[in-house]
């Protein structure tokens, strides 16, 4: 495994992150705690320091499952967990960022993690409307952090040009972006860019695009329990399954699978600090952690994967608003 500085913030972390929406068992499907606290601890054996969570996941079960499995070695990991975003199902994003409410759930937070303070507190998708109306949401961060009980602070941005904006005009330099290889929008809109110039930490999520491409989903499918997935049309959840086919020649010949090999395009931007790919299990944490290892991908390679980008539609923009 490879370490990276994550910005400006003094704080290193692995390349490959674990994202542990799915294991709040509301989001992906149902979860076993003991196989979701076993994963967790294969992957810190496997030199996996840094672990994304939310309040929200699982109404906190993510951090509850997260804490139990890795207190122990509370030290040597790096936690984010986010705040804001209240609990509901579809594409309604109800919210609260008062500070009042941000200072009580970050002490819920920390009792649930098993801990006296976290490395880098989220705000959990505001709108910039909110931010620009109430200057108080990042003051409160900040007091949080002269505190001592948070160590930085950023936002989970609902887009890269919100992310733009968070740098630009609120001076953040942490932010947690969408980017894959079907989504390069924080390449097109300047986004890395400006964070490299910054020096602002940039984490990675949907790197594997919910799933789709590992190549093992097929649009098709009928997603047990309370699924995030089953609220997207069944053919925009065919279009991200199409997608792998594309980008096979990145596989033939090389001894890495679709994921790796879309894991490896995120990290290869030198802008990333780390990428968050969603893990279930041991064999889903061992394949992501091994791509940390491998070469990078070629100039030729990417410049195939960019022009399949610009000439594929792999997001139908009224696909939120119809089922």
Same mark, same amino acid.
């Given at each position: 495994?490879?370490y990276?500085?994550?910005?400006?913030? !003094?704080?290193?972390?692995?390349?490959?992150?674990? !994202?542990?929406?799915?294991?709040?068992?509301?989001?992906?499907?149902?979860? @076993? @705690?003991?196989?979701?606290?076993?994963?967790?601890?294969?992957?810190?054996?496997?030199?996996?320091?840094?672990?994304?969570?939310?309040?929200? *996941?699982?109404? !906190?079960?993510?951090?509850?499952?997260?804490?139990?499995? %890795?207190?122990?070695?509370?030290?040597?990991?790096?936690?984010?967990?986010?705040?804001?975003? %209240?609990?509901h199902?579809?594409?309604?994003?109800?919210? @609260?960022?008062?500070?009042? *409410?941000?200072?009580?759930?970050?002490?819920?937070? %920390?009792?649930?993690?098993?801990?006296? *303070?976290?490395?880098?507190?989220?705000?959990?998708?505001p709108?910039?409307?909110? %931010?620009?109306?109430?200057?108080?949401?990042?003051?409160?961060?900040?007091? +949080?952090?002269e505190?001592?009980?948070?160590?930085?602070?950023?936002?989970?941005?609902?887009?890269?040009?919100? !992310?733009?904006?968070?740098?630009?005009?609120?001076?953040?330099?942490?932010?947690?972006?969408?980017f894959?290889?079907?989504?390069?929008?924080?390449?097109?809109?300047?986004?890395?860019?400006?964070?490299?110039?910054?020096?602002?930490?940039?984490?990675?999520?949907?790197?594997?695009?919910?799933? *789709?491409?590992?190549?093992?989903?097929?649009?098709?499918?009928?997603?047990?329990?309370?699924?995030?997935?089953?609220?997207?049309?069944? @053919?925009?959840?065919?279009?991200?399954?199409n997608?792998?086919?594309?980008?096979?020649?990145?596989?033939?010949?090389?001894?890495?699978t679709?994921?790796?090999?879309? +894991?490896?395009?995120?990290?290869?931007?030198?802008?990333?600090s780390?990428?968050?790919?969603?893990m279930?299990?041991?064999?889903?944490?061992?394949?992501?952690?091994?791509?940390?290892?491998?070469?990078?991908?070629?100039?030729?390679?990417?410049?195939?994967?960019? +022009?399949?980008?610009?000439?594929?539609?792999?997001?139908?923009?009224?696909?939120?608003?119809?089922?």
């Amino acid at each position: 495994m490879k370490y990276r500085k994550l910005g400006n913030t !003094g704080i290193e972390v692995s390349e490959i992150g674990f !994202g542990t929406w799915g294991l709040g068992g509301n989001s992906y499907g149902p979860v @076993d @705690d003991n196989v979701s606290k076993t994963a967790l601890r294969f992957a810190f054996d496997s030199g996996i320091t840094f672990y994304d969570t939310s309040d929200l *996941y699982g109404n !906190g079960h993510s951090e509850e499952v997260l804490g139990d499995a %890795l207190h122990d070695v509370r030290d040597k990991i790096i936690i984010s967990t986010k705040v804001g975003l %209240l609990p509901h199902t579809g594409f309604g994003m109800p919210c @609260d960022f008062s500070p009042a *409410y941000i200072r009580q759930e970050l002490d819920v937070s %920390l009792r649930r993690l098993r801990s006296d *303070y976290v490395d880098i507190y989220l705000l959990h998708s505001p709108t910039i409307e909110m %931010l620009r109306e109430d200057r108080e949401i990042v003051a409160t961060l900040q007091i +949080l952090k002269e505190a001592g009980k948070i160590h930085a602070y950023g936002i989970s941005v609902r887009s890269p040009d919100d !992310g733009l904006v968070a740098i630009q005009e609120f001076g953040i330099n942490v932010v947690q972006v969408n980017f894959n290889m079907i989504d390069h929008r924080a390449i097109d809109n300047g986004l890395f860019d400006v964070a490299c110039e910054k020096k602002v930490g940039v984490i990675a999520r949907t790197p594997l695009c919910f799933g *789709y491409l590992t190549g093992k989903l097929h649009g098709n499918e009928k997603f047990e329990g309370i699924d995030h997935r089953a609220n997207w049309p069944v @053919d925009q959840r065919q279009r991200w399954a199409n997608a792998p086919d594309l980008f096979l020649f990145l596989n033939q010949r090389k001894n890495r699978t679709p994921a790796q090999s879309a +894991l490896r395009f995120c990290l290869d931007h030198k802008s990333v600090s780390t990428v968050i790919p969603g893990m279930m299990n041991c064999n889903e944490v061992r394949e992501n952690a091994l791509a940390s290892s491998l070469e990078a991908l070629s100039a030729e390679e990417v410049a195939r994967i960019k +022009l399949i980008y610009e000439n594929n539609v792999f997001y139908d923009h009224s696909a939120k608003q119809r089922k």
